[in-house]
């Protein structure tokens, strides 16, 4: 017994070593990880307010070390961030309070049963001031928004933030109730890899002004990712995939009900070769009512290859310096101003694009559908890229060069066209069951005589066919084939004449 007492008291000794040790440790290397995280921020932060035409930044403004832990506010600023929609750009300066305990053996970990040591824990929150007084209230008075985070002697990082329950409700009526969320990230302090897992219960916002009032109910959202950071600044790789158990939406004169169910988004990308990029995005809808009627369900899958990422950056950067011209003119309801570019500009813009397209970059529209109880419509379109010898040539020429090759195909399905008849007439009232039948037959047989009298389509069963295929200046339109010229032809003539 006494032997067991004395390894005990040992173990203890030699843990009350470890522990003051790592605390002296961590509060001399805090100083500098903690720059070393603002410099990060501030880099995280430059290339997200890019195209915004103001700043992001992040400074810290006081350190209060002690030995097992320490006190740090941050500052974050933003100036003059113009966003999609804004009529005056956004600015802001709030501070955030953190209490940071010093590892090997933090006490919040420990009453947690999470042994392992960590460098440190850092305990923070948004700090109530005039700017943030509102938030704190439709808190309940608790801080909005907090975060825990454990840095790894090795550098992995794993951080939780909660977004906290809040509830506002305006003087006209409208109001927003939101559950809170909570986000956990696993990674490292470079930011080279990522694992993401985040869910929030419900948000519901009521709309009330001079129209019928609005309410959205989203319930029962998630996301997770695992991603990993490529050679090129803001480019990862990997999963990301969102998921709304279901969004409900009342509105309208008669305050009915659209209700949409199993919304997802998946997105996949990957790296071709060193500087290219591939990737997949899928979006569903697994059900969709509309008063309590069956619509449908519907689906979009799109996928990408070959995009020349150093190209694809260099552009989207020149855009993003143009990028408050356009959002300025959408604010005053003006139309997209056109770019004034020097030379050297446009030069290098077109160097860009030639770049991208050396690649021969292909996008594929791989599944557009719509499914009713009857039948399933769906639109498929690919389009392969290739470089022009040049920018100058005529515009026929160009468009030759430009686009290498062309796979379109769409099928309309009768009975899904009666489907959505059906519903059109019961929405509108009417009872008489013949009647209604009637209607919806005479909409799909009206599509295929209107699509056979076009000559834009054919009928093949109960499906309005039409496909497109394109290739080295010759056209393939529903079987018949023809010189480019002749098909853009055809199209005009089809169109109605001013």
């Known amino acids: 017994m006494k032997k067991s007492v004395g390894i005990l008291c040992g173990l203890a000794v030699a843990i009350a070593a470890v522990t003051v040790a790592g605390a002296w440790y961590t509060g001399k290397q805090l100083p500098a990880e903690m720059e070393r995280s603002i410099a990060r921020a501030n880099t995280e932060f430059k290339n997200a307010a890019a195209g915004t035409g103001g700043t992001l930044t992040a400074e810290l403004v006081s350190l209060d070390r ?127 890899a990522m694992k993401i897992h985040g869910t929030a219960d419900r948000l519901q916002v009521k709309i009330v002004g001079d129209r019928p009032p609005a309410t959205l109910v989203f319930d029962g959202f998630k996301v997770g990712g695992d991603l990993t950071k490529t050679d090129h600044e803001m480019v990862y790789v990997g999963k990301l995939d969102l998921f709304l158990s279901q969004l409900q939406a009342t509105l309208g004169p008669k305050q009915d009900v659209l209700l949409l169910k199993g ?59 143009k990028l408050p011209q356009v959002q300025q003119a959408a604010a005053e309801g003006q139309q997209v101003p056109s770019f004034d570019m020097t030379d050297a500009e446009r030069a290098q813009v077109q160097a860009n694009l030639q770049k991208l397209l050396a690649a021969k970059p ?69 009872t008489d069951a013949q009647a209604i039948a009637q209607q919806s037959s005479q909409a799909g047989e009206m599509l295929g005589v209107m699509a056979l009298q076009s000559g834009l389509a054919t009928v093949q069963g109960d499906d309005v066919v039409s496909s497109l295929h394109y290739a080295d200046g010759t056209v393939d339109f529903n079987g018949k084939k023809m010189p480019v010229e002749q098909f853009l032809m055809m199209l005009a003539s089809m169109l109605p004449q001013r």
Do not use: C
């Open 66 to 192: 002690h030995f097992f832990s320490s006190d740090a506010r941050y500052r974050v600023s933003a100036k003059n961030l113009w966003l999609g929609g804004q009529s005056e750009p956004i600015n802001f300066d709030v501070a955030i309070d953190d209490h940071i305990e010093h590892g090997p053996f933090p006490w919040s970990r420990v009453k947690s049963f999470k042994l392992l040591p960590v460098m440190a824990v850092s305990n923070s929150a948004l700090v109530k001031d005039e700017q943030t007084a509102a938030l704190f209230d439709a808190a309940g008075g608790q801080s909005p928004l907090t975060a825990q985070v454990s840095l790894g002697y090795a550098g992995g990082i794993d951080s939780l933030l909660h977004v906290a329950p809040m509830k506002v409700t305006q003087d006209d009526g409208g109001s927003v109730d939101f559950s809170g969320m909570r986000l956990q990230v696993e990674g490292d302090r470079d930011g080279n």
């Open 263 to 321: 919304l997802e988004q998946n997105n996949l990308y990957s790296l071709e070769g060193k500087d290219r990029l591939g990737g997949r995005l899928e979006y569903k809808v697994s059900d969709i009512t509309y008063a309590d009627r069956a619509v449908g369900s519907g689906q979009m899958v799109f996928n990408f290859r070959s995009v020349d990422i150093p190209a694809m950056r260099a552009l989207t950067e020149w855009y993003q310096t």
């Open 362 to 430: 292909r996008a594929e529209i791989e599944d557009l559908s719509f499914k009713t109880a009857r039948g399933t419509s769906q639109f498929k379109l690919g389009v392969d890229f290739t470089n022009p010898t040049s920018f100058d040539l005529p515009p026929d020429q160009l468009g030759k060069q430009l686009i290498a090759l062309v796979d379109g195909k769409l099928t309309l399905s009768k009975p899904m066209v009666g489907d959505l008849a059906t519903l059109q007439a019961l929405l509108d009232g009417q």
